[in-house]
Every structure is written in structure tokens, then in C-alpha cells.
């Protein structure tokens, strides 16, 4: 057994955090579970606000989505600056296996951003019709409105996409 003394330092409580963050940005679910033993928090938030779960989603690690799970991040855990949720995130980028796992793990499909906005409207923003699928499937509300009065069908019909604002409206 090696002598903890003849062992480096660990990093700074700060560093550690940052590797987390890191970790999980790119996926590195081999360091993951070393970063939380040594002290990462990980409910954490990174200077944007951002939690490891909420940069491990947006950025498409589904792996690494499931192990902060697994690990015991919430999926609707702390929110960015703005309020938005991992599903929110992924709403925007079309992550839709990343989505259906946050859903199947319990992330609220109608969680509202500071703005009112729900994940539902953030698909419609950028047009991401599968997550709207899956959202409306997981019992997302169509008729939930922003404190803007904006609906996901007003939002879709101001990006021009009538097509998708009609389907959301017989929602």
C-alpha cells in the first residue's frame, strides 16, 4: 500500500469543481466518480451557472448524462442564470436520447425558465420536432404560455414555421 505522504496534493477544492466541469463537458466518465470522492459538488455551478449534468447534456454526452444521474445529480437539479433546466438544453440542441433519459429520471417536462419558458418552447424556437414529440408524449402542456403570452405554437409560428405552429395548436 502506498504511504498517503509519499502521494502529490490534491488540487485546490476550486480545481477539483473545475474538473468536473470539464469531465463532463467532454465526457470523461472515467474521472467522474474520482472528482466526486475528492470533493466535487455536483450540484455545483460553473461561473455561467451551468451544473456537470447541465454540460454534460447540452453538449451531447449521454453517458456521462446517465453517470451524473446515477451519481445523484437531480434532473431538474439547480437551474443556469436563466432558470433553464439539462431538458431545456437539450430541447435546443435535439438531443433526444439525452432528453427521453432525463425524462425517464424524472426531469419536469413543464419546468419553466425565469422567463416562463418551458422546454416545449425552446424545441419550437429552433425546430426540434422529435424532442417536441417526445416532450408532448411525456406530458408536455401545448398551451403553456411564457410571461410574454407566448405559447410553443406562437413561438414556432414567429420563427416562421407554420407548419409546426399548426401541429402544436391540434396538440
Do not use: C, W
Amino acid at each position: 500500500m502506498t504511504d498517503p505522504a509519499d502521494l502529490p496534493p490534491l488540487p485546490s477544492p476550486e480545481r477539483i469543481q473545475e474538473l468536473l466541469f470539464d469531465a463532463a463537458r467532454i465526457g470523461r466518465d472515467d474521472v467522474i466518480p474520482a472528482l466526486l470522492r475528492a470533493g466535487a459538488d455536483i450540484e455545483g455551478q460553473d461561473a455561467r451557472g451551468y451544473t456537470a449534468l447541465v454540460l454534460a447534456s447540452y453538449n451531447g454526452q449521454l453517458s456521462t448524462t446517465d453517470l451524473l444521474l446515477d451519481e445523484g445529480a437531480a434532473p431538474d437539479g439547480a437551474s443556469d442564470a436563466q432558470g433553464n433546466s439539462a431538458l431545456m438544453g437539450v430541447a435546443f440542441k435535439g438531443h433526444v436520447d439525452i432528453a427521453r433519459l432525463l425524462l425517464d429520471r424524472g426531469a419536469d417536462p413543464n419546468r419553466r425558465n425565469r422567463a416562463g419558458q418551458t422546454a416545449i418552447m425552446t424545441a419550437a424556437l429552433f425546430n426540434q420536432t422529435a424532442i417536441i414529440a417526445l416532450l408532448l408524449e411525456r406530458g408536455a402542456d401545448p398551451n403553456a404560455t411564457d410571461h410574454a403570452g407566448n405559447t410553443a405554437a406562437a413561438v414556432a409560428r414567429m420563427q416562421g414555421n407554420t407548419t409546426l405552429a399548426e401541429m402544436l395548436t391540434a396538440s
